[in-house]
């Protein structure tokens, strides 16, 4: 079935350290896991996303690790600053013209 | 700007009326989906199109939705006798079809809308 856990729903860091959110998939189909951000009345913005065939990706302060065995899947934010306060959404999709299945989201915030 | 734009931002209804809300996606996007959020969750698919053509809908999608892609640009979604479940966030994505980035949907500001 179509189902992807997300954990925490709730995170608060401190200024400078790092936040780690974990997403568990259950259709081993699933070949594509993006990641997004969303602030408040603002759509959700792509930040990250990673494919079946790797297992990690880092774009600056940002990564995502997969695990396709255990069909888990996370993101590292390091060096944590004010702005990276928001809701993220970890998803799957199996094909590129099928639909995204969202995660219920983790709002993050960040300890002044 | 670019990116993926909808129209109105807000609206506000009373029970049983109909809205018609827009999406117009990135210029060179083939497709086009839509999605609806309520408060505390993530999207949920409502709908997808390629091109003018719908493949793709939702069991959420009852009967008193209807969504269009008329020239394979802008959409459409329709709620009629519109009912206070229907209250929700609902976002317009689009992507590009054959290409490298083919997997990545770039969501819209979505568009609130109040049932009363």
């Known amino acids: 079935g179509e189902n992807v856990e997300q954990h925490p729903s709730t995170l608060s860091v401190q200024e400078g350290d790092s936040a780690v959110i974990k997403c568990t998939y259950s259709?081993?189909?699933?070949?594509?896991f993006p990641w997004y951000k969303q602030e408040l009345g603002k759509g959700p913005q792509l930040i990250i996303d990673?494919?079946?065939?790797?297992g990690e990706k880092k774009d600056q302060r940002i990564a995502v690790t997969l695990n396709k065995t255990a069909k888990h899947f996370s993101l590292h934010i390091t060096e944590t600053q004010p702005e990276d306060s928001a809701v993220y959404f970890c998803?799957?999709?199996?094909?590129?013209?099928?639909?995204?299945?969202f995660g219920s989201g983790t709002r993050l915030s960040i300890r002044p | 700007d670019t990116g993926v734009s909808q129209n109105p931002r807000h609206k506000i209804t009373k029970r049983g009326q109909n809205v018609t809300f827009r999406c117009d996606p990135i210029?060179?996007?083939?497709?086009l989906y839509w999605y609806r959020q309520t408060l505390g969750q993530g999207p949920e698919f409502l709908t997808y199109?390629?091109?003018?053509?719908?493949?793709?809908k939702s069991r959420l999608l009852s009967d008193r939705f209807s969504a269009e892609r008329p020239k394979g640009s802008f959409s459409t979604l329709e709620i009629q006798r519109t009912e206070q479940g229907d209250s929700a966030m609902y976002l317009c994505?689009?992507?590009?079809?054959?290409?490298?980035?083919?997997?990545?949907?770039?969501f819209g500001p979505g568009t609130r809308l109040t049932v009363t």
């Open positions: 994505a689009s992507s590009l079809a054959g290409g490298p980035g083919s997997y990545e949907q770039y």
């Open positions: 259709d081993s189909a699933s070949n594509y």
């Open positions: 990673i494919r079946s065939n790797v």
């Open positions: 998803a799957e999709m199996y094909s590129s013209a099928s639909k995204i299945i």
């Open positions: 210029s060179e996007h083939n497709r």
């Open positions: 199109f390629q091109n003018e053509a719908q493949l793709e």
